[in-house]
């Protein structure tokens, strides 16, 4: 009779959502979830190993179903897949929505919240404040087993501390960027100042030098020069006498 009525839950997946009618007609009206199970061997179904039965995975720390012993160790264990089958022994299942019916031991019982939400939006989502309560009075406080509560740190806190330590962080930026923005505009004119001395003082070198160069005396042309200049012209006279005459 149990299988007759989980029967029709078979090739579901977890995470899958299926009407309450499907198991028992008391549940009219409920949606149920499937979370999780254990096959009749006790091995746990895990959610993206896409299979209707049990399979060997290598795992290492970074995984659900296994705890490392050794630094760097690696074990190969068998887990069993998220697709219900014949050989789930047990099957966890979330209510999403209530019935009108309500039953007994689950909807009946009200449970004292043993954790609450951390981020400082949530908790005034959810106790409806503003944001000039203080919201570390509404945190949901653990109860530990030596009777002490313990209370969990409340993320993104704007307190009157964090605002004046982000005023004193963007007044040191501030500065700073002013120093280096000072800092550049006198190392630019440093460097200016450097360049504009450079080229005085070497326009000033080429002036000197132009007053220190003396007009060259053109020196007399050598004997040979004039010689070779004088044998040219016989030479040509000769040259001319042999064509008229040929």
Known sequence: DDENQYRALFEKRMGNEFPGETLDPKFAGYIFKITGGNDKDGFCMRQGILKNGRVRILMDKNQKCYRQRRKGERKRKSVRGCIVGKDIGVLALSIVKHGEIP????????????????????????????????????????????????????????????????????????????????????YKKLVGDYRSKKKQETAQAKEGKKEEKKPVEAKPASTTTQQKKQWKKPFLTFKLCLLYTS
């Open 103 to 186: 039953i007994e031991g689950v909807t009946t019982v009200k449970r004292a919240r043993s954790l609450g939400p951390k981020r400082a939006s949530t908790i005034r989502k959810l106790y409806k404040l503003e944001k000039t309560d203080d919201v570390r009075k509404f945190v949901v406080r653990k109860e530990m087993k030596n009777g002490k509560k313990k209370a969990p740190k409340i993320q993104r806190l704007v307190t009157s501390e964090r605002i004046r330590r982000k005023k004193v962080i963007r007044k040191i930026g501030l500065e700073r960027l002013n120093a280096t923005k000072k800092a550049v505009a006198d």
